[in-house]
């Protein structure tokens, strides 16, 4: 079985030893101890605050088997996308360009620097080992810190997103940046990352980023087959996020050209489909035709989160749940958790 839990102290010998392994397509889990330490502590910090309005607050996750007391992925939600500044990002418009003397009416996609972003809830930092091979964990992993979300609503705005990494070649090149942020950085794509350790709020960014809009039609062919389009590691992570109910709109990266998907809380799943129901002693096995797989989640003040096959809860007003779930979410009969389908 796989717990979901907030980050410890204790954790950060297995995060380094994550961000030690080769990630393609995953450029903002921190790697160096130094950051790593910092994630951590801030993360311990957040959970421990009385949290009226969301602000600088960052939330840290892992995923642990409990088999091997191993942690095997981890994942985060910041409070507030650019509390700590502006967020940055592309939003792609159509220009429309009108000469009356030539009688001339067209329409040009252009790329324009904004922080429309600024204040959204910001999910980021979703990583599992094994993901090819990953099944149930990683929407856990993924939807785990909705829930609590879901739990501490006040922690967080009513609208969330989530970037995507975007195409890179084998050597960590990605053909958009070298079109467009190299020239303006002077570096390399993957260095540019390791400098603003993959944030998107750095003042660099606004002092070095165009103010004007970018015009598509004149980047390389390969920048413009870049844009918006998912690093193939990011699929998983697309496919549950899409599955959730985030959908992709008008913006991109500033760095990578890579999707931003977004969301109003109401048209997420694990708002709008969780229920909160009581504990109960898993009893005599039901078919298994009657068992279906929840997300379950414990409470604000302790949370943890698995996946547990249980008869359908979605009638009554309690949930069976096994004594393993049970020991591993830290609750017991007569206890409320919430929980969602997966």
């Not at 903002?28 to 009226?52: C, G, W």
């Not at 994942?75 to 009356?100: E, K, L």
């Not at 048209?267 to 009657?290: T, Y």
Request: a negative charge; proline letters at 5%; hydrophobic letters at 40%.
């Amino acid at each position: 079985m796989y717990v979901v839990r907030p980050v410890e102290r204790g954790d950060i010998g297995a995060l380094e030893a994550l961000g030690a392994v080769s990630i393609p397509g995953v450029h903002t889990l921190p790697r160096t101890r130094e950051a790593i330490v910092a994630a951590v502590e801030r993360s311990i910090a957040s959970f421990a605050a009385h949290v009226d309005i969301p602000s600088e607050e960052s939330y840290q996750f892992v995923l642990e088997d409990l088999r091997t007391r191993d942690v095997v992925g981890t994942s985060s939600i910041h409070a507030s996308a650019g509390s700590n500044g502006t967020y940055f990002a592309f939003r792609n418009d159509v220009i429309q360009q009108v000469s009356r003397d030539l009688n001339i009416s067209h329409s040009v996609h252009a790329l324009t620097l904004c922080s429309e972003l600024t204040a959204y809830s910001h999910l980021s930092g979703f990583y599992v080992r094994n993901r090819d091979n990953a099944g149930t964990e990683a929407a856990l992993l993924s939807r785990a810190r909705l829930l609590y979300a879901v739990l501490a609503p006040q922690r967080f705005g009513d609208r969330f997103f989530v970037p995507l990494a975007g195409v890179t070649d084998s050597d960590g090149q990605s053909p958009f940046w070298n079109a467009l942020g190299r020239k303006f950085f002077k570096m390399d794509f993957l260095d540019a990352e390791r400098v603003i350790d993959g944030a998107r709020n750095r003042t660099m960014i606004v002092e070095l980023m165009p103010h004007y809009p970018v015009y598509v039609p004149l980047l390389p062919g390969d920048a413009q087959a870049a844009l918006g389009q998912i690093h193939p590691s990011g699929q998983l992570a697309f496919q549950l996020l899409t599955q959730e109910g985030f959908e992709a709109d008008e913006y991109i990266d500033i760095f990578d050209g890579g999707p931003i998907l977004q969301a109003h809380k109401n048209a997420l799943r694990s708002f709008c489909a969780s229920q909160v129901r009581q504990v109960e002693n898993a009893g005599r096995a039901a078919g298994a035709d009657e068992m279906v797989t929840y997300a379950v989640a414990s409470s604000e003040q302790h949370f943890r989160a698995v996946i547990a096959a249980c008869p359908p809860a979605e009638s009554g007003q309690a949930i069976c749940l096994p004594r393993e779930a049970q020991q591993a979410l830290g609750v017991s009969a007569g206890d409320s958790v919430t929980c969602v389908r997966i």
